[in-house]
């Protein structure tokens, strides 16, 4: 099984509608965190979270919201989808005490397409 | 604020060939460097760290980069390119003092000539 799964993998949708992908994972990390990928752009912060309390904005977070509801579980909601977040998004995980030998650990990804 | 920055979009190379992508960060302290590998529909396999010690690191898949503090540079390298290899390449660059944020270059798209 994955260490960080997502669900779903594939998701299209329309203009004004809500949507939430999730993101489980079983590494016991403390650390989670919400990524965007668009060509040519690499990957982008959306939002983070250290612990179930605590959850911090990433670098484009406007018309994103998250949900940290256990240690294992980070959400990522879009509360009224638009077409220029279609893009492909994920989830990574990160253990702070063993930051020098565990990079971010990454799900498959969901693609989201809004039309 | 650290930064990344992979010049070159899309790289062709011929199978068997030599290859190098470029990286070049921009940090105040000793970053942690990364590269990753992402196959169309999948997510991101990395391929290699660097936090401390010797500059040339080695990686899965027959991948070594080596970290060059005077170029700001960690330029990823393979002897002889598979056809297997054709994917997109993402440096990355963090630090323990920024929370292990990851900061991503833009990607290189490696195509594989025959």
């Known amino acids: 099984d994955a260490d960080v799964t997502q669900t779903p993998r594939n998701r299209i949708t329309k203009t004004g509608k809500r949507i939430m992908l999730e993101c489980s994972q079983t590494k016991g990390h403390d650390r989670m965190y919400w990524y965007r990928q668009d060509p040519g752009l690499g990957l982008q912060l959306i939002y983070y979270s250290f612990d179930v309390k605590d959850i911090n904005k990433g670098e484009i977070s406007d018309g994103y919201s998250v949900s940290r509801q256990a240690q294992a579980k980070f959400s990522l909601s879009l509360e009224s989808a638009i077409p220029n977040q279609t893009a492909l998004y994920f989830c990574a995980t990160s253990d702070p005490d063993r930051a020098a030998s565990l990079p971010q650990h990454f799900g498959d990804g969901t693609r989201l397409s809004i039309l | ?114």
């Not at chain 2, 105040?28 to 992402?38: C, D, E, M, N, R």
């Not at chain 2, 393979?78 to 990607?107: I, Q």
Request: charge should be neutral.
């Open chain 2, 1 to 114: 604020a650290q930064s990344v920055t992979q010049p070159d979009i899309h790289i062709t190379v011929s199978e068997g060939a030599s290859l190098e992508l470029r990286c070049n960060y921009s940090y105040g302290a000793t970053p942690y460097l990364f590269w990753y590998v992402q196959s169309p529909g999948q997510g991101l396999q990395l391929l290699l760290k660097y936090f401390s010690g010797d500059t040339l690191v080695q990686g899965i898949k027959g991948f070594e980069a080596e970290f060059k503090r005077s170029q700001s540079s960690f330029n990823l390298r393979k002897p002889s390119v598979h056809w297997s290899d054709a994917a997109e390449y993402f440096c990355a660059v963090g630090a323990r003092e920024s929370g292990n944020m990851l900061t991503f270059g833009g990607g290189t798209r490696l195509m594989v000539k025959p």
